[in-house]
Nanobody, 122 residues
């Protein structure tokens, strides 16, 4: 069993930045790939916005050039640096893990966290 705990969300003005953290209770082969997703109120989950799996990194077009995913394996933590935030980036952001990135791409992670709220508003 792997638990994820996200943090770092909050209220930010358009154009601002936030860095989200995703702390895993442990890293196993079942969560070799970790990705970030988001869900806006009343909408279906969107993502993965970004995936990190070994040396493989991929971004959704909607965040490419603005968001950056990184990992600190010593801390079992994955980060999402979000820059130039827009109102449409508002939502509950959560991380999820799977044995392979393909499972994240089809929306079938093995584990996910509860999320952290990001609100972009002036």
């Amino acid at each position: 069993q792997v638990e994820f705990v996200e943090s770092g969300g909050g209220l930010v003005q358009p154009g601002g930045s936030l860095r989200l953290s995703c702390a895993a209770s442990t890293y196993t082969a079942s969560v070799r790939a970790i990705g970030w997703f988001r869900q806006a109120p009343g909408k279906e989950p969107e993502g993965p916005l970004a995936i990190s799996s070994g040396d493989y990194i991929e971004y959704a077009d909607s965040v490419k050039g603005r968001f950056a995913i990184s990992r600190d394996n010593a801390k079992n933590t994955v980060y999402l640096q979000m820059n130039n935030l827009k109102p449409e980036d508002t939502g509950l952001y959560y991380c999820a893990g799977a044995s392979h990135s393909q499972w994240l791409l089809v929306g079938k992670p093995a584990y996910r966290g509860q999320g952290t709220q990001v609100t972009v508003s002036s």
